[in-house]
Each structure stands twice: as C-alpha cells, then as structure tokens.
C-alpha cells in the first residue's frame, strides 16, 4: 500500500518555467526522500530532507517540510527539458514508502 | 564506478513458469532491497537484506515469491509458478550503511521488466 499521496498526478510545463510537486503521508516519520525515475537512468535518488528541517536546497531543487501537516514539496526552478521524469517522494527506514508519483514533462 | 545492475533486464514467462531475478548491488553495500513496481504506480517494498539475513520480508505478496542473498552479496528474487498479477518491473537497491531506523540513500537498478502471458 502506498503511504502518501502526491498532487499533482501530472504536470506540464515549459523549458524555464518552476515546477512544483506536493506529496502528503500519513504516518510519524525521521525523514522524507525524493527520488526522480526516468526510462533512460532508472530510479535516482534526489535529496533527503529530516524531521527536524523545514527546507533545504540542492542545486536547483528546493525542498520543504511541513511535519504537522505531514506534507512536503518539491521545487525545481528554471527547468529543463532534462528534468522530464516521474518524481516519486518516500518515507521509511529498512523498507522505503513510496508515493504514487507525479509525472512531469516540461516542453523545449 | 558501477551501480547496482540486474539481469536479466526483460523477462517473458509464461503463467506458471518459475523465474529468478538477478541483482548484483554496489560492491561493499551492506543493505540489500527489492521493491516491485507495477505500470504507472511507486515501488513497493518486497524484501530487506542486511548482509546475508533477510530481516523484513513482510512485503512479500504469496510464498511463490522467495528471495536469498547467501553470501551477503549478490541476490536473487524467485517467483515460482508466475500468474499474470506478476507482472510488473522488479527493482533492486542496496544501501553502504546498516538501516535501523533511519534511514540511508538507497541506489536502485535498472530493474528487471517482467511479463507474464
């Protein structure tokens, strides 16, 4: 079973453009992850952001953390057509929880 | 340096066919995953190694599916008597720390894209 949710299912955008994906779980967790698949490198992990962090930041990627709503987010800035992947957020220890993903495409 | 590989990369099995999925996870990694992944949906947990124990397995989904990693390295996932729910693509991942409970980058394969007929 899935532990969280994320909205939205799927997102189009244009080269240049922010992208922004939300993802909701329901249990206590230590930590979130956000990992990117595509077909051409398989299932990547992105950034790990913990319980004890609202946000943080790698590249262009912006992550924030929302323990009492149990949410978090995902920004890409000035995305690229490169960044066309399903993002998938996870929460777990031994065994990962992964959402349902988003799909985004972004347009050259 | 090489990632985590698995093989066969595409596997067609008949219904009721035995399979055995191949995972080769980075030399060194201590933790060892299977996930399953059906079309247009995350990956489920089937399985954890911690060097050659199997700890957690609960997410195995029926005792046709049985997974070993005998000298703490290499693993294999088997299905036995394959039925078309099966199908699905079979990832492995493997992980350089020991996870208790929190939790460490996990580094997944290409996986394994298996249809049953």
């Known amino acids: 079973s899935q532990q969280g949710e994320e909205d939205p299912q799927a997102l189009s955008i244009q080269e240049g453009e922010n992208a922004t994906m939300n993802c909701s779980y329901k249990t206590s967790i230590n930590n979130l992850q956000w990992y990117r698949q595509n077909s051409g490198r398989g299932l990547v992990h992105l950034i790990l952001i913990r319980s004890n962090e609202r946000e943080k930041h790698s590249g262009r990627l912006r992550v924030t953390l929302d323990t009492s709503k149990k949410s978090s987010s995902l920004l890409i800035t000035a995305s690229r057509a490169a960044d066309t992947a399903s993002y998938f957020c996870a929460t777990g220890g031994s065994r990962l929880t992964f959402g349902e993903g988003t799909q985004l495409t972004v347009n050259p | 340096g090489a990632g985590v590989s698995q093989s066969p990369r595409y596997k067609v099995a008949k219904r009721g066919q035995d399979v055995a999925l191949r995972c080769d996870p980075i030399s060194g990694h201590v933790s060892l995953f299977w996930y399953q992944q059906a079309l247009g949906q995350g990956p489920e947990f089937l399985t954890y190694?911690?060097?050659?124990?199997?700890?957690?397995k609960s997410g195995l989904p029926s005792d046709r599916f049985f997974a070993e990693r005998p000298e703490g390295s290499v693993s294999t996932l088997k299905i036995q008597r394959t039925q078309q729910e099966d199908s699905a693509v079979y990832l492995c991942?493997?992980?350089?720390?020991?996870?208790?409970?929190?939790?460490?980058?996990?580094?997944f394969g290409p996986g394994t894209r298996l249809t049953v007929t």
């Open positions: 190694f911690q060097n050659e124990a199997q700890l957690d």
């Open positions: 991942a493997s992980s350089l720390v020991q996870i208790p409970l929190s939790s460490y980058e996990q580094y």
